[in-house]
Protein backbone atom coordinates (compact mmCIF):
# COMPACT_ATOMS: atom_id res chain seq x y z
CA UNK A 1 0.00 0.00 0.00
CA UNK A 2 1.57 3.31 -0.90
CA UNK A 3 1.86 5.84 1.78
CA UNK A 4 -0.13 8.66 -0.57
CA UNK A 5 -3.48 7.20 -2.47
CA UNK A 6 -4.71 9.39 -5.09
CA UNK A 7 -7.50 8.68 -7.45
CA UNK A 8 -5.61 8.82 -11.17
CA UNK A 9 -9.02 9.78 -13.03
CA UNK A 10 -9.50 11.05 -15.30
CA UNK A 11 -11.76 13.24 -14.26
CA UNK A 12 -13.62 15.30 -16.73
CA UNK A 13 -16.24 18.47 -16.02
CA UNK A 14 -17.97 21.30 -17.46
CA UNK A 15 -16.50 24.74 -17.34
CA UNK A 16 -17.73 25.99 -14.28
CA UNK A 17 -18.22 23.34 -12.23
CA UNK A 18 -17.20 22.71 -8.63
CA UNK A 19 -13.90 20.02 -8.67
CA UNK A 20 -12.98 17.98 -5.68
CA UNK A 21 -10.09 16.32 -5.66
CA UNK A 22 -8.83 13.99 -3.03
CA UNK A 23 -5.99 12.34 -1.48
CA UNK A 24 -5.84 9.57 1.55
CA UNK A 25 -2.42 9.04 3.43
CA UNK A 26 -1.23 6.56 5.96
CA UNK A 27 1.42 8.09 7.72
CA UNK A 28 -0.31 10.08 10.41
CA UNK A 29 3.17 12.38 11.24
CA UNK A 30 2.55 13.77 7.97
CA UNK A 31 2.21 17.19 8.85
CA UNK A 32 2.84 19.50 5.80
CA UNK A 33 0.44 19.03 2.86
CA UNK A 34 0.61 20.71 -0.69
CA UNK A 35 -1.23 20.15 -4.39
CA UNK A 36 1.26 20.67 -7.11
CA UNK A 37 -0.32 21.16 -10.67
CA UNK A 38 1.45 19.58 -13.44
CA UNK A 39 0.53 20.22 -17.28
CA UNK A 40 0.97 18.11 -20.16
CA UNK A 41 5.33 17.50 -20.87
CA UNK A 42 6.27 20.59 -17.63
CA UNK A 43 7.00 19.90 -14.19
CA UNK A 44 5.08 20.25 -11.25
CA UNK A 45 4.48 23.41 -9.67
CA UNK A 46 3.14 24.17 -6.30
CA UNK A 47 0.03 25.11 -6.49
CA UNK A 48 -1.12 25.80 -2.39
CA UNK A 49 0.40 24.19 0.51
CA UNK A 50 -0.87 23.81 4.25
CA UNK A 51 0.20 23.13 7.67
CA UNK A 52 -1.51 20.97 9.76
CA UNK A 53 -5.59 20.77 9.88
CA UNK A 54 -7.96 23.48 8.66
CA UNK A 55 -8.47 25.08 5.40
CA UNK A 56 -6.71 27.39 3.12
CA UNK A 57 -8.17 29.74 0.43
CA UNK A 58 -6.35 31.50 -2.66
CA UNK A 59 -8.82 32.40 -5.33
CA UNK A 60 -10.64 30.01 -6.74
CA UNK A 61 -8.67 27.24 -5.01
CA UNK A 62 -9.41 26.10 -1.51
CA UNK A 63 -7.46 23.20 0.34
CA UNK A 64 -8.69 21.32 3.30
CA UNK A 65 -6.60 18.66 5.32
CA UNK A 66 -8.15 16.91 8.05
CA UNK A 67 -5.63 15.02 9.63
CA UNK A 68 -8.00 12.80 12.14
CA UNK A 69 -9.35 11.14 8.58
CA UNK A 70 -6.09 11.05 7.10
CA UNK A 71 -7.58 13.08 4.04
CA UNK A 72 -6.66 16.19 2.66
CA UNK A 73 -8.56 17.73 -0.73
CA UNK A 74 -8.58 20.35 -2.91
CA UNK A 75 -11.48 22.23 -4.59
CA UNK A 76 -11.96 24.69 -7.87
CA UNK A 77 -14.36 26.67 -7.78
CA UNK A 78 -16.08 27.78 -11.57
CA UNK A 79 -13.36 25.62 -13.49
CA UNK A 80 -11.94 27.07 -16.24
CA UNK A 81 -10.20 24.96 -19.38
CA UNK A 82 -7.19 26.47 -18.52
CA UNK A 83 -7.19 24.53 -15.43
CA UNK A 84 -6.58 21.25 -17.24
CA UNK A 85 -3.57 19.67 -15.91
CA UNK A 86 -2.87 16.86 -13.38
CA UNK A 87 -2.77 17.44 -9.90
CA UNK A 88 -0.60 15.84 -7.30
CA UNK A 89 -1.37 15.58 -3.76
CA UNK A 90 2.40 15.64 -1.65
CA UNK A 91 3.09 15.93 1.69
CA UNK A 92 6.18 16.24 4.07
CA UNK A 93 6.84 15.54 7.57
CA UNK A 94 8.12 19.40 8.46
CA UNK A 95 7.45 22.22 5.78
CA UNK A 96 11.14 23.19 5.77
CA UNK A 97 14.89 21.66 5.75
CA UNK A 98 16.49 20.17 3.09
CA UNK A 99 16.39 16.47 5.15
CA UNK A 100 12.61 16.78 4.31
CA UNK A 101 11.70 13.81 1.87
CA UNK A 102 8.06 14.99 0.38
CA UNK A 103 6.09 12.20 -0.91
CA UNK A 104 3.60 12.61 -3.42
CA UNK A 105 0.63 11.08 -4.56
CA UNK A 106 -0.46 9.55 -8.09
CA UNK A 107 -2.26 12.49 -9.68
CA UNK A 108 -5.24 12.96 -10.82
CA UNK A 109 -5.91 14.10 -14.26
CA UNK A 110 -8.61 16.89 -14.68
CA UNK A 111 -10.16 17.85 -18.22
CA UNK A 112 -12.22 20.57 -18.49
CA UNK A 113 -14.19 21.09 -20.90
CA UNK A 114 -15.10 24.39 -22.38
CA UNK B 1 15.29 33.23 -16.68
CA UNK B 2 15.00 29.69 -16.53
CA UNK B 3 15.58 28.47 -12.43
CA UNK B 4 15.78 24.92 -12.74
CA UNK B 5 16.85 23.90 -16.35
CA UNK B 6 18.16 19.98 -17.47
CA UNK B 7 19.56 18.68 -20.43
CA UNK B 8 18.76 17.00 -22.26
CA UNK B 9 14.97 17.14 -22.80
CA UNK B 10 14.58 13.79 -24.65
CA UNK B 11 16.65 10.81 -24.68
CA UNK B 12 16.32 7.61 -26.90
CA UNK B 13 18.73 4.71 -26.24
CA UNK B 14 19.50 1.16 -26.51
CA UNK B 15 19.25 -1.12 -23.95
CA UNK B 16 22.68 -1.49 -22.21
CA UNK B 17 23.68 1.97 -22.82
CA UNK B 18 24.85 3.91 -20.05
CA UNK B 19 23.54 8.08 -20.41
CA UNK B 20 23.59 11.18 -18.26
CA UNK B 21 21.21 13.75 -17.37
CA UNK B 22 22.62 16.96 -16.13
CA UNK B 23 20.45 19.95 -14.27
CA UNK B 24 21.60 23.63 -12.77
CA UNK B 25 19.38 25.52 -10.36
CA UNK B 26 20.12 29.64 -10.18
CA UNK B 27 17.86 30.37 -7.27
CA UNK B 28 20.84 29.73 -4.89
CA UNK B 29 19.05 27.12 -3.50
CA UNK B 30 20.83 24.73 -1.20
CA UNK B 31 19.04 21.09 -1.51
CA UNK B 32 18.48 19.41 -5.15
CA UNK B 33 16.65 16.45 -5.69
CA UNK B 34 16.43 13.64 -8.30
CA UNK B 35 12.94 12.45 -9.12
CA UNK B 36 11.19 9.76 -11.58
CA UNK B 37 7.88 9.65 -13.01
CA UNK B 38 6.14 6.83 -13.94
CA UNK B 39 4.02 6.44 -17.03
CA UNK B 40 1.12 6.64 -14.65
CA UNK B 41 2.28 10.05 -13.39
CA UNK B 42 3.72 8.32 -10.07
CA UNK B 43 6.75 10.76 -8.43
CA UNK B 44 9.22 8.80 -6.88
CA UNK B 45 11.76 10.55 -4.77
CA UNK B 46 15.49 8.83 -5.66
CA UNK B 47 18.64 10.80 -4.55
CA UNK B 48 18.46 14.50 -2.61
CA UNK B 49 21.62 16.41 -1.64
CA UNK B 50 22.19 19.54 0.12
CA UNK B 51 25.20 21.23 -0.16
CA UNK B 52 26.75 18.59 -2.52
CA UNK B 53 26.40 16.26 0.05
CA UNK B 54 24.08 13.12 -0.32
CA UNK B 55 21.31 12.90 2.09
CA UNK B 56 18.60 10.89 0.34
CA UNK B 57 19.29 7.64 -1.21
CA UNK B 58 16.07 5.68 -1.92
CA UNK B 59 16.26 2.27 -3.10
CA UNK B 60 17.52 2.55 -6.38
CA UNK B 61 19.69 0.66 -8.06
CA UNK B 62 23.15 0.74 -7.98
CA UNK B 63 22.95 1.73 -11.92
CA UNK B 64 22.41 5.22 -11.05
CA UNK B 65 24.73 7.42 -9.52
CA UNK B 66 24.39 10.77 -9.11
CA UNK B 67 26.89 13.60 -8.90
CA UNK B 68 26.97 17.09 -7.00
CA UNK B 69 29.76 19.06 -8.29
CA UNK B 70 28.38 22.32 -6.61
CA UNK B 71 25.31 23.12 -4.68
CA UNK B 72 24.21 24.37 -8.38
CA UNK B 73 24.38 21.31 -10.31
CA UNK B 74 23.35 17.99 -9.84
CA UNK B 75 23.76 15.57 -12.62
CA UNK B 76 22.47 11.48 -12.64
CA UNK B 77 24.74 8.41 -14.77
CA UNK B 78 22.64 5.28 -15.34
CA UNK B 79 24.91 2.18 -16.32
CA UNK B 80 23.54 -0.54 -18.47
CA UNK B 81 19.97 1.32 -19.10
CA UNK B 82 17.21 -1.24 -18.61
CA UNK B 83 13.73 -0.97 -20.50
CA UNK B 84 12.43 0.09 -16.86
CA UNK B 85 14.32 2.89 -16.75
CA UNK B 86 11.98 4.48 -19.12
CA UNK B 87 10.30 7.46 -17.39
CA UNK B 88 10.60 11.17 -17.44
CA UNK B 89 13.47 12.12 -14.67
CA UNK B 90 12.77 15.32 -13.02
CA UNK B 91 15.69 17.30 -11.35
CA UNK B 92 14.49 19.39 -8.38
CA UNK B 93 15.53 21.73 -5.71
CA UNK B 94 14.48 23.57 -2.69
CA UNK B 95 15.47 26.11 -0.13
CA UNK B 96 17.93 24.67 2.73
CA UNK B 97 17.85 23.64 5.68
CA UNK B 98 18.12 27.27 7.81
CA UNK B 99 15.70 30.13 7.71
CA UNK B 100 11.56 30.06 6.66
CA UNK B 101 10.58 28.63 3.53
CA UNK B 102 7.59 27.11 2.25
CA UNK B 103 8.80 24.32 1.91
CA UNK B 104 8.09 24.31 -1.86
CA UNK B 105 10.05 22.19 -4.67
CA UNK B 106 11.13 23.71 -7.92
CA UNK B 107 11.08 21.17 -10.71
CA UNK B 108 12.50 21.42 -13.67
CA UNK B 109 10.77 20.45 -17.00
CA UNK B 110 11.94 17.04 -17.16
CA UNK B 111 14.29 14.75 -19.10
CA UNK B 112 12.14 12.35 -20.54
CA UNK B 113 14.53 8.88 -21.29
CA UNK B 114 12.93 6.23 -23.95
CA UNK B 115 14.75 2.99 -23.37
CA UNK B 116 14.64 0.51 -26.83
Known amino acids: QKEVEQDPGPLSVPEGAIVSLNCTYS??????FMWYRQYSRKGPELLMY????GNKEDGRFTAQVDKSSKYISLFIRDSQPSDSATYLC??????????????FGTGTKLQVIP | DTAVSQTPKYLVTQMGNDKSIKCEQN?????MYWYKQDSKKFLKIMFS???????INETVPNRFSPKSPDKAHLNLHINSLELGDSAVYFC???????????????FGEGSRLTVL
Open chain 2, 92 to 106: ASRPGLAGPSTGELF
Open chain 1, 27 to 32: NSAFQY
Open chain 1, 50 to 53: TYSS
Open chain 1, 90 to 103: AMSLRPHGGYQKVT
Open chain 2, 27 to 31: LGHDT
Open chain 2, 49 to 55: YNNKELI
